[in-house]
């Protein structure tokens, strides 16, 4: 085996392997560097950063629930200022060679703006993911990612004010995610990123209210990953740019569904709570499941999904008794 089996790329970053963690799972990094060696991630994608520091909602911020996680952190994070001195020179000099990509949020357009423009400088920054599953206030809290419209307008203001790649974070809570991948691909961004959370709601019968603040949350873990898969997939088939697959990832077999679905590379995101080794592990098992699969390299797994649906008696042959 030869180490660009594993390697993926993506608009402006060579990725050693196709495994990175989603945006929050591992903060800024720090508290993990005793974990395992982060370089060995292909990529490392950092919390999501708002302009000003967010105490996020009320506690709890997680609880379980029979089909996952369900969070409604709120963006809590030290805010742009404080992250770029307090975080991101600590983080460059721990893994200056790792490709890195920070995560924006805002509540209007000017913020998104604001956000790329104060971190265009940070040459440890190698990319941007814009988080479009925020309120927009501007248009009374309806999420950015749900309304291609408001989509596009992100990406074109961000994209005016850098030059670093930019990676749109869509929504699932929509009923077509197609039209919403080419208007944001349209407005110049260079990737996508599928799924962020699915909102739900899980309710306490003693108190008979809420189990979180704010009423709903974002679920994750096992629930979602066929979701994520079919996200995925639908957007592949609608755009040319790279997609990143994220949403239950728990094991080798699932980093790989989300790539045949036609992601290039993917995010660990609720996993790496359960268990801090689940990267490498990953990572490790890469080369073995490749072989078991039939594939020379990560790269080919990406455009293996077959044609369907197939004919009838070709779907019964391969499915009798399977």
């Known amino acids: 085996m030869t180490a660009n089996r594993l390697a993926v790329s993506l608009p402006g970053i060579e990725l050693k392997n196709p495994i990175m963690p989603s945006a929050g799972s591992m903060y800024y990094g720090l508290d993990h560097l005793e974990d395992f060696d982060l370089n060995i991630l292909g990529a490392m994608v950092l919390k999501t950063t708002t302009v000003d520091e967010r105490r996020g909602n009320p506690q709890p911020w997680i609880i379980e629930t029979s089909a996952g996680i369900m969070n409604s952190v709120g963006l809590a994070n030290p805010g742009m200022e404080n992250v770029k001195r307090d975080f991101l020179p600590k983080l460059a000099q721990a893994i200056p060679d790792e490709p890195t990509i920070l995560s924006l949020a805002g509540e209007t357009v000017a913020e998104y703006a604001k956000l790329a423009a104060y971190f265009d400088d940070v040459a440890s920054i190698t990319a941007f993911e814009i988080n479009l599953s925020c309120p927009n206030v501007d248009k009374g809290g309806l999420e950015f990612g749900v309304d291609p419209e408001s989509a596009a307008e992100v990406i074109k203001a961000v994209k005016a004010v850098t030059n670093k790649p930019l990676y749109a974070k869509l929504s699932p809570n929509v009923t077509d995610i197609k039209p919403i991948a080419i208007a944001v691909e349209t407005a110049g961004a260079d990737a996508i990123v599928l799924i962020n959370t699915v909102i739900g709601m ?121």
């Open 202 to 322: 899980s309710l306490d019968l003693k108190s008979r209210a809420p189990r979180l603040y704010r009423g709903t949350g974002g679920i994750s873990g096992d629930a979602v990953h066929p979701i994520a898969v079919r996200f995925v997939y639908e957007a592949a088939q609608a755009v040319q740019i790279p997609i990143i697959g994220v949403g239950g990832i728990n094991n080798v077999d699932d980093a790989l569904e989300l790539l045949l679905a036609g992601a290039t590379a993917v995010q660990v995101g609720h996993m790496n709570s359960v268990d801090r080794l689940i990267m490498p592990k990953i990572i490790a098992d890469l080369p073995a499941a490749l072989d078991k699969y039939g594939f020379a390299d990560v790269s080919e797994v990406t455009h293996a999904l077959k044609k369907f649906p197939a004919d009838l008696a070709t779907w019964e042959k391969e499915h009798t008794n399977a």
